[in-house]
């Protein structure tokens, strides 16, 4: 099915008790309408996610890192406010890397006597859709992002390699393997978009998101599997190798999905509703939605039993998910091999999940039941 036939179709300040909002955190550009600034007839939907946090009294002293909705992205995410309470904890608003991801720092640094050591985290996100037609001029794409020019020193950031996102040696060569012959980097991208789908399968068994470790899927030959880390982060590896800017954006589904797919949302208890979309950079057009991973999840999730390939429900969301992506996720940010400030820990491959170091050493980030966390989500007026 054609991808546009589809579409129509379908069509920070510490505090020790109360709460705080950081400044780090506040969306300062909201559409400038007093009556509604982010209305439902241009696209929008506003949802609030609330990230509860508790630990037996014991587990202290205790640190909980959270991550939070990214401020500002384009034209699709606006967070309006970040807000928290932590009763008897210190607590504070921390950008790290060099990619600048933002997180909550909650630390208590003494037993609590026997009350239990509790959070919370409340955000209200706008979002909205992303369109962009890779096969159309920019010009005729006027919903293409609104950071279509990128400077210099951001896209040279998103060529880099990171720890498990190497771009020389195998990552490198099979990149050349792929786009032989191609020229621009539109089409290379979508050939690699493309490849990826077909030689890569969700691995249902694989705990969580993934690691994001391409090299090994890449040394395993034939059909490498994994999940949304996995497979989009190979996509952004191979992209880089060739110089074109990549990135992987980590987050959470807040709602169900707009077309109909059943396995691409979740909506109220969504503490195992993680998820990492891609994309890449063009001259004219800006960042360019890519998420193989949710080709994959929708062949293997969305019925019983799964799907074939040439399903048209699978050949839909194929077309659909080089170019756009639905509004029912956040972006938290773009971070790998992200440092915990004040840890001591090595760094994460990514900041997708609650993390907590206790008296009793780290939580299990993947296991919210075990961790003690919950994170939920409603859509507001």
Request: with cysteine.
């Amino acid at each position: 099915m054609d991808r546009r036939a589809f579409l129509r179709l379908g069509a920070a300040v510490p505090v020790s008790i109360g709460a705080g909002v950081g400044p780090a955190f506040c969306a300062s550009s909201a559409p400038s309408s007093p009556a509604d600034p982010y209305p439902a007839s241009a696209g929008w939907r506003v949802y609030e996610l609330t990230t509860e946090v508790h630990l037996p009294a014991a587990a202290a002293p205790a640190t909980v890192w959270l991550p939070v909705a990214a401020p500002h992205l384009g034209d699709y995410q606006h967070t309006v406010s970040n807000e928290w309470i932590a009763p008897g904890a210190q607590a504070r608003a921390a950008r790290t890397g060099r990619y600048g991801v933002d997180m909550l720092v909650i630390d208590w640094p003494t037993a609590t006597h026997g009350a239990p050591l509790s959070a919370r985290l409340t955000s209200i996100v706008a979002l909205r859709g992303r369109d962009v037609d890779p096969g159309a001029a920019p010009s005729r794409n006027p919903a293409r992002s609104a950071q279509a020019a990128e400077s210099a020193a951001t896209l040279a950031e998103y060529r880099r390699p990171t720890q498990l996102m190497p771009t020389d040696g195998i990552v490198r060569d099979t990149a050349l393997a792929i786009t032989a012959g191609l020229t621009d980097d539109m089409s290379r991208a979508q050939a690699i978009y493309q490849w990826v789908v077909d030689h890569t399968c969700r691995d249902a068994s694989v705990r969580g998101c993934g690691t994001g470790d391409v090299v090994t899927m890449l040394k395993t030959g034939g059909i490498m599997n994994g999940k949304c880390a996995d497979i989009n982060g190979l996509f952004v590896a191979l992209t880089r190798a060739l110089g074109i800017p990549a990135r992987d954006a980590y987050g959470i589904r807040v709602d169900d999905s707009p077309r109909g797919f059943r396995a691409l949302g979740k909506a109220g208890d969504i503490s195992r509703a993680q998820h990492c979309r891609a994309e890449f950079y063009a001259a004219g057009y800006g960042w360019i939605p890519a998420d193989p991973g949710d080709v994959r999840k929708v062949a293997l999730e969305e019925v019983p039993g799964g799907l074939p390939m040439t399903d048209s429900k699978v050949l839909a969301a194929r077309a659909l998910l080089f170019g756009a992506w639905e509004g029912n996720w956040v972006a938290y940010n773009h971070g790998h091999d992200v440092r915990l400030p004040g840890s001591g820990l090595a760094p994460v491959p990514f900041l997708m999940y609650p993390q907590a170091k206790t008296v009793a050493g780290t939580l299990d980030s993947l296991d919210p039941a075990a961790f003690g966390y919950r994170i939920a989500s409603r859509r507001v007026a």
